[in-house]
């Protein structure tokens, strides 16, 4: 059983739309990080949130980290094509790097 | 430019071989994994390294071994390749419990 919960799994849409993606945990995280990963490829770290609330942007990404740093959202604006990818998340603290990984959220953007 | 480099992007072995998967980071970090990743698994971690010559098992670490003789390498090892080993395999480092950096993977097809 994954500590993290991502949803939803797969999402596909349309150029300019925007979404919101989730990961979720009932434990709580010291730091979390979102990746994203193209196919064939290995994943590459977007942003690291470490205080609970924080929000950090990344052009039109935007990164928020739960009040009770259990949770994180991943939202894009006007979403393009180049944004097409594998979202993944990943809580660390301690020591533990076992079962740290969500399963991901597969994002589709159609031309 | 900080890299993690796989020795391999695509190899094909035959059941029963010994497989060695290399994994060199240029960033002098403390931490090293390996992972493996299957469609709806997710990342699974097999091995992780926090020190020379330390290692700890992870997730899936049956039939797997691993060798860190030097701080930068970090090496997998298939003691006797089988067909439920075909997989992506990805290296990755970090310092401490900081993000990770991911090499490109390598694609292992065992027939």
């Known amino acids: 059983t994954q500590l993290l919960e991502q949803s939803p799994q797969f999402l596909s849409i349309q150029e300019g739309e925007n979404l919101t993606v989730y990961c979720n945990s009932s434990?709580?995280?010291?730091?979390l990080q979102w990746y994203r990963q193209e196919p064939g490829e290995g994943p590459v770290l977007l942003v690291t949130?470490?205080?609970?609330?924080e929000v950090k942007k990344l052009k039109r990404l935007t990164f928020q980290f739960g009040d009770a740093r259990k949770d994180s959202s991943l939202h894009i604006t006007a979403a393009q094509p180049g944004d097409t990818g594998l979202y993944l998340c990943?809580?660390?603290?301690?020591?533990?790097?076992?079962?740290?990984f969500g399963k991901g959220t597969l994002l589709t953007v159609n031309p | 430019d900080v890299k993690v480099t796989q020795s391999s992007r695509y190899l094909v072995k035959r059941t029963g071989e010994k497989v060695f998967l290399e994994c060199v980071q240029d960033?002098?970090?403390?931490?090293m994994f390996w992972y493996r990743q299957d469609p709806g698994l997710g990342l699974r971690l097999i091995y992780f390294?926090?020190?020379?010559?330390?290692?700890e098992k992870g997730d899936i670490p049956e039939g797997y071994s691993v060798s860190r003789e030097k701080k930068e390498r970090f090496s997998l090892i298939l003691e006797s390749a089988s067909t439920n080993q075909t997989s992506m395999y990805l290296c990755?480092?970090?310092?401490?419990?900081?993000?990770?950096?991911f090499g490109s993977g390598t694609r292992l097809t065992v027939v």
């Open positions: 990755a480092s970090s310092r401490f419990n900081y993000g990770y950096t």
């Open positions: 434990s709580v995280f010291s730091s």
């Open positions: 949130v470490v205080t609970g609330g």
């Open positions: 990943r809580g660390s603290g301690g020591s533990n790097y076992k079962l740290t």
């Open positions: 960033m002098d970090h403390e931490n």
């Open positions: 390294s926090y020190d020379v010559k330390m290692k």
